[in-house]
């Protein structure tokens, strides 16, 4: 029998009808009585009392607001995971000039030491396209096979291409170094894109109700310190090198390795942990819910065609020894046919929902994707974390992919044809820096130490709003502000930097882990984070190529007006996202509803 679909009250005890209950004699009783019987009294098979305990235990999780050794060590694998991939997706700024000196140090004007814009755009966005692909793919992979197994698999695929990305070198039969880079790098790209739903899912489904936006959040915070590490990383390679790169410009080839190379480290300490991840409670709890109920459609067929045979031998019966024509009419007319036998009981004793539509047996079941997202109630949600996400990420990589440009314009990288290779690198690592812990470090942990209190949605609402405003005024007033204040213009793009992460860009990574089904979490938290990295590709693909227009960087001003108008599209999408603070998973989606 299968009891898979029970209630159960506060203290995880089966709702049983008084009638049917014995009377216990104390509460642990009550509670054995619970775990061996089912709704209706009767004896509860292995499988029912199975899924019975990993209910209660989702009810103490739940309950719980103490980290235990096993979480922690999940938090610091998936913290480790946000750093790596950071680490490895904005190292690319550091590397794209390193790879000017490189290979283009004998051009002449303009184009001395700088990396043509074709092929900077190239392996900008290749992590980008990559990431786009692994997000969709390793994102449903997650829901179908596991979150731990794929989890494992994608960082197997980022260890291998990051060092396959150090040793790029240009072919013979001309594929440069560039097109074999941005290879790699999409490869990449497919590995680090599979940690955004795994994680978030992963850390979503361990921990409680009452600190689960805090440790979602904290995972992904991790990411600022990998944004610090790649440059700090680079100042010291550099500085390994500096008399060496000083006399030849041309041991910057070794440097730019180096730095992408040191990328797979963190990766490679973690990975046994990885492999050896076991997938959550609630993840295990729907798979054997899954298991139960195609096991329970089959039992309730057999039953089906049994009654269905019974009822057919019984009508014959009864005509061959009818000795009254209306008896007979009176069997044809009112057989108590297997189909109404059934939904009159309910079969309830396999706690099968059953109705009955035009006279056949229907089974309530499990709805899939595409019924689940076809109800607007459900759609505007994933429309709401997508079309966000894509917004903030337009900007968000738009300016971060190249915050050298901003560091440069204004005034801070030095004077590329008079300073020393090492000199100008090194400052502009250190701008990196400084920007980053002014700005987005801090954002990323006010939102960690906020997100219980304030809420997911209102944290989003203030950000996507600071950052309207910001980028009106420094868009509009660009060129007015740097003539009059250069730390003004600093302190205006610090506090972008920080209500950027002390707002939507944590945010949208923390709501898609919160407000689907975890039949579908994985997937849609997938396709939500791929919105975001297509608005990547647009803004390093399409808007960026605009902004040496009129002259080198003459356009920023203009783009950062653009940037407004999609922080502004950001805000009004998210009132279609439901609140999730102080809510179960179960509560937020009303898993109720994914069946039909």
């Known amino acids: 029998m299968s009891n898979h679909q029970f209630n159960s009250n506060n203290n995880g005890i089966a709702d049983i009808s008084e009638a049917e209950k014995p009377r216990y004699a104390d509460d642990a009783a009550a509670r054995h009585y619970a775990a061996t019987t089912s709704a209706g009294g009767v004896e509860m098979d292995e499988r029912d009392r199975d899924l019975l305990r990993r209910q209660q235990e989702l009810e103490e999780l739940d309950s719980t607001s103490k980290p235990n050794w096993e979480m922690i060590k999940k938090l610091t694998v998936c913290g480790v995971a946000f750093f790596n991939d950071a680490y490895d997706m904005f190292a690319i700024n550091i590397v794209a000039m390193m790879l000017g000196f490189v290979y283009y140090n004998d051009a002449e004007g303009s184009a001395k030491n700088t990396v043509p814009k074709k092929w900077d755009t190239l392996i900008k966005i290749a992590v980008q396209v990559g990431c786009l692909l692994g997000q969709l793919v390793m994102g449903r992979l997650g829901d179908k096979i596991g979150r731990t197994t794929v989890y494992a698999a994608s960082l197997m695929i980022a260890i291998f291409t990051t060092i396959a990305s150090a040793f790029s070198n240009s072919m013979v039969m001309g594929i440069n170094v560039f097109v074999v880079l941005f290879i790699w790098r999409v490869l990449l790209g497919f590995g680090i894109g599979g940690d955004y739903p795994l994680t978030a899912t992963i850390v979503s489904e361990y921990a409680s109700v009452h600190n689960r936006g805090k440790m979602i959040s904290a995972v992904f915070s991790c990411q600022g310190f990998g944004n610090v590490a790649a440059p700090i990383v680079g100042i010291i390679v550099t500085a390994c090198f500096k008399n060496s790169i000083d006399r030849n410009v041309l041991y910057l080839d070794y440097v730019w390795r180096i730095i992408i190379g040191i990328g797979c480290i963190p990766g490679l300490c973690t990975l046994y942990w990885r492999l050896t991840m076991e997938d959550s409670k609630r993840f295990q709890l729907e798979t054997a819910k899954a298991a139960a109920a195609n096991a329970d459609e089959e039992m309730l067929r057999e039953k089906l065609l049994a009654k269905q045979q019974f009822d057919v031998g019984s009508n014959i019966e009864a005509k061959g020894t009818s000795l009254s024509g209306n008896s007979d009419l009176d069997a044809e007319k009112s057989p108590f046919t ?50 966000a996400w894509f917004a903030l990420d337009v900007a968000f990589y738009g300016i971060n992919l190249n915050s050298s440009i901003v560091i440069e314009a204004i005034g801070f990288a030095g004077n590329m044809d008079t300073d020393k290779p090492s000199k100008y690198i090194i400052r502009n690592c250190l701008g990196n820096i400084i920007i980053n812990l002014l700005g987005s470090v801090p954002g990323y942990w006010i939102s960690v130490f906020t997100i219980e209190k304030l809420g997911r949605k209102k944290i989003q609402l203030m950000g996507f709003a600071a950052l309207t405003v910001l980028y009106i005024v420094l868009g509009f007033a660009y060129n007015q502000i740097l003539d009059k204040s250069v730390a003004g213009f600093i302190v205006l793009f610090t506090l972008a930097q920080l209500f950027q992460n002390f707002g939507p860009n944590v945010t949208t990574f923390v709501i898609p882990g919160e407000v689907f089904p975890t039949r579908f979490r994985a997937t849609a938290h997938g396709i939500s984070a791929a919105a975001g990295k297509l608005g990547a590709i647009v803004a390093q693909g399409g808007f960026m190529q605009l902004k040496d227009r009129g002259g080198k960087n003459a356009f920023i001003d203009h783009l950062l007006e653009i940037f407004a108008l999609f922080m502004l599209i950001g805000f009004f999408v998210t009132f279609w996202i439901p609140e999730s603070k102080g809510k179960t998973l179960e509560e937020i989606c009303d898993e109720r509803e994914e069946y039909y």
């Open 338 to 387: 297997a189909t109404q036998s059934m939904v009159a009981m309910g079969d309830k004793s396999n706690g099968i929902p059953v109705e009955e539509s035009n006279g056949e047996i229907k089974i309530r079941r499990a709805k899939t994707f595409a019924q689940y997202f076809s109800e607007w109630k459900h759609l505007k949600v994933l429309l709401g974390t997508s079309i």
